[in-house]
Antibody
Framework: QVQLQQSGPRLVKPSQTLSLTCSIS??????????WIWIRQSPSRGLEWLGR?????????NYAPSLKSRITINADTSRNQFSLQLYSVTPEDTAVYYC???????????WGQGILVTVSS | QSVLTQPPSASGTPGQRVTISCSGS????????VYWYHQFPGTAPKLLIY???RRPSGVPDRFSGSKSGTSASLAISGLRSEDEADYYC????????????FGGGTKLTVL
């Protein structure tokens, strides 16, 4: 059974960096078949795919075009985690952030618990 | 980001069959699989249908998916009160480097 556990601050000031971590159990961040994804959800923007990482002999990263200039996703194999960093945040980045998995067939089959991150001074 | 088009609301009475539509384009639904999720308040979305019409283990066969061209549908038969939730479709978009887009969501009310 795969479990994803999210952690990180719930409040971030405007212009600062939002940082979240997703700890994986029951699978490996360096799996050759899975991808690891960040998604957010807000009333104004709905569900929004932010980006993913996967390992296929080397690490690959894909990001949503609208965020490409201010997002980084990293994998930490020693801790079996992956992380999200979103730079220069504004109140529009306030949302519930989820980590999730794609096993190559069942897209987003397991989800983290979600963290509401509020951008406010 | 592009968004797939879903009706904002749908409703039905217990036992009825309801369908929820999802409309896209040739760069998303027309060329890629469709996925469906439902979401209850305060919880993460849950996968209902993958690869257009396949059900993950544990999802009742009351839920079914179909696709034709650039549109897809989710059908729920034998509607139950516990089916009241938000429903979302999703698909890969090939237009730029590849990313996933979602529908705006459909609020299903069981009357």
């Amino acid at each position: 059974q795969v479990q994803l556990q999210q952690s990180g601050p719930r409040l971030v000031k405007p212009s600062q960096t939002l940082s979240l971590t997703c700890s994986i159990s029951g699978d490996s961040v360096s799996s050759n078949t899975a991808s690891w994804i960040w998604i957010r959800q807000s009333p104004s923007r709905g569900l929004e795919w932010l980006g993913r990482t996967n390992y296929r002999s080397k690490w690959f990263y894909n990001y949503a075009p609208s965020l490409k200039s201010r997002i980084t996703i990293n994998a930490d194999t020693s801790r079996n985690q992956f992380s999200l960093q979103l730079y220069s945040v504004t109140p529009e980045d306030t949302a519930v952030y989820y980590c999730t998995r794609d096993d190559g067939y069942e897209l987003f089959d397991y989800w983290g618990q979600g963290i509401l991150v509020t951008v406010s001074s | 980001q592009s968004v797939l088009t879903q009706p904002p609301s749908a409703s039905g009475t217990p036992g009825q069959r309801v369908t929820i539509s999802c409309s896209g384009s040739s760069s998303d639904i027309g060329n890629n699989y469709v996925y469906w999720y439902h979401q209850f308040p305060g919880t993460a979305p849950k996968l209902l249908i993958y690869r257009d019409n396949r059900r993950p283990s544990g999802v009742p066969d009351r839920f079914s998916g179909s696709k034709s061209g650039t549109s897809a549908s989710l059908a729920i038969s034998g509607l139950r009160s516990e089916d009241e939730a938000d429903y979302y479709c999703a698909a890969w978009d090939d237009s730029l480097a590849g990313y996933v887009i979602f529908g705006g969501g459909t609020k299903l009310t069981v009357l």
